[in-house]
Structures are given as structure tokens and as C-alpha cells.
């Protein structure tokens, strides 16, 4: 291993750590697996990557990201972030907010400044964008769930219908 693998690998802990850091072991663990997953699609060579995936898979992946116009690195930068964003919102509740945006946008740049360090990989401005879009549409996906989370009542009925459907029984 180079200076630079062990120097990303070491950043790419540092990380994971920070990201499970004060919360529930299951969660922590979440966290982890998230980010070391995350890492791995963003820094491992992408022949290592091609050989981890079943060959039949790889294509009709590939064929669904071309017959939309998109490339299958994109649609992985995209929803890395985006599930990143969720996982965050959902197990961080300290990182929500001004404090989640800041760390995506941290994340998604320095992922990309960090390969251009590699040797199989270079930093792209469109991945960035790509990434930044992933981390906004999580987010949101995040916050909207918490939003319906919080509106259902409890039980899965409201009040007033339980009422209801009580006084027409007697």
C-alpha cells in the first residue's frame, strides 16, 4: 500500500467514527456500514468494484441508467449521498438541520477532493454537484418522513374517529 491508500483509509476511519459517534450501538452501527459502504463505491478501483457485483446485475443496472440517460457512476454518487443524508437525519438527531447540511456538504465535496488523490479515480465538479444533489433530495426525503411520522397519531387513528366509532357501538 501507497502513502496516499493508507492515508485515505485512515481518513475514510476517522470518518466512520465521527458518523457513529454518541449515538446507540445498533445505530453506530448503521452509521458504519453506511459510511464504510459509501467509502468503498467512491474510492475502491472500479475494476475491484465490477468484479464485486454479479456480472448480470452490473448490466441491467448499466442498461436502466443508459435508457434514462444517465451513467451508472452518477446514479451511485446520487444515491449514496442521498441514503447517507437519511441514515444521518434519522440516526444523528445532533446533526439535523444547519448541522446536517454542513456535514453533507462537507462530505461531498471532500469525497470528491480525496480521489483525486487516487490513482484510479479523479475529482470531477459534476460528481460533486451530483453528490450535493443526492445529500438535498435525502434530506428531504428525511425530513418528510419525520413530518408524517409526527402527524400520524397514535394508534393510527385519530381521536376523534376512535370517539366516534366508540359512541356509535352503544
Known sequence: MSLVDLSLAACVLLVTAWLGRGTAPQ???ALWVSALLVSAGMFLPMDV???AMP???LLSMESAAH???LTLTGVAHFVAFAWLAMAL????PDLRGWRAVAALVLLAVASELVQGLTVDRQ???DDVATNLLGAAAGLLLAVAASALR???PV???DAGAAGQGRAGRA
Open 55 to 57: 456480472p448480470a446485475a
Open 123 to 125: 475529482m470531477r465538479m
Open 27 to 29: 445505530a453506530q452501527l
Open 67 to 69: 435508457a434514462r440517460s
Open 89 to 92: 437525519w434519522a440516526l444523528r
Open 49 to 51: 468494484l465490477r468484479a
Open 150 to 152: 409526527r402527524a400520524r
Open 155 to 157: 394508534g393510527g387513528r
